[in-house]
């Protein structure tokens, strides 16, 4: 599986608190890219947690047991997004987990953009988000397209439909932005 996020420079403050956990990191065209892993953790079932960070994916038969998975080891995660399959934040479809290791708060302000999950299919959650719930002061921005491109979302703090959102944004990302 060959996954890509991005993480876009910011405060000097958010820079320490990324670098204190040491990364494997590849400069390009003035942003950060994770490099793929070359082991990820178990990757059977319908809840999966990708932890920045570590640049691994897991996925386990519960949301819990993902994210306890992911967890393994450390001090302290901090999720920053979770999507969810079905409408009303409901588990029985799946759920996708966006996180990181250690304390991390997003800004307040939607500039700069903080992360980018440029291809929601490598994880094979493409099309699939029915509601989103976001953390530490997050929000998300959903993109029709891989790469954060085509039409977009609104900034979504916590949404229990994506329907409802303007433009109807229920199975239709195929990537999103957080700040």
Not at 13 to 42: C, H, I, Q, W, Y
Request: charged letters at 15%; aromatic letters at 8%.
């Amino acid at each position: 599986m060959v996954k890509r996020i991005t993480k876009h420079s910011g405060s000097s403050d958010r820079k320490r608190a990324m670098v204190a956990v040491a990364l494997s990191f590849t400069a390009a065209a003035g942003a950060l890219v994770l490099a793929p892993s070359a082991a990820n953790a178990e990757t059977a079932g319908d809840h999966c947690v990708y932890n920045l960070t570590r640049d691994e994916l897991t996925c386990s038969d519960t949301p819990e047991a993902a994210i306890a998975a992911d967890a393994v080891g450390i001090q302290a995660t901090s999720t920053l997004v979770r999507l969810y399959d079905d409408a009303n934040y409901g588990t029985s479809n799946g759920t996708f987990t966006l996180t990181v290791d250690g304390t991390y708060n997003c800004t307040a302000a939607y500039t700069p953009i903080e992360f980018t999950v440029v291809n929601l299919g490598s994880a094979g959650w493409s099309n699939r988000a029915s509601s989103a719930h976001t953390y530490h002061s997050c929000d998300v921005k959903l993109f029709d397209n891989s790469d954060a491109t085509g039409t977009s979302s609104t900034w979504i703090d916590n949404l229990a439909n994506l329907n409802t959102a303007a433009g109807g944004w229920a199975n239709r990302a195929g990537s999103f932005q957080v700040s």
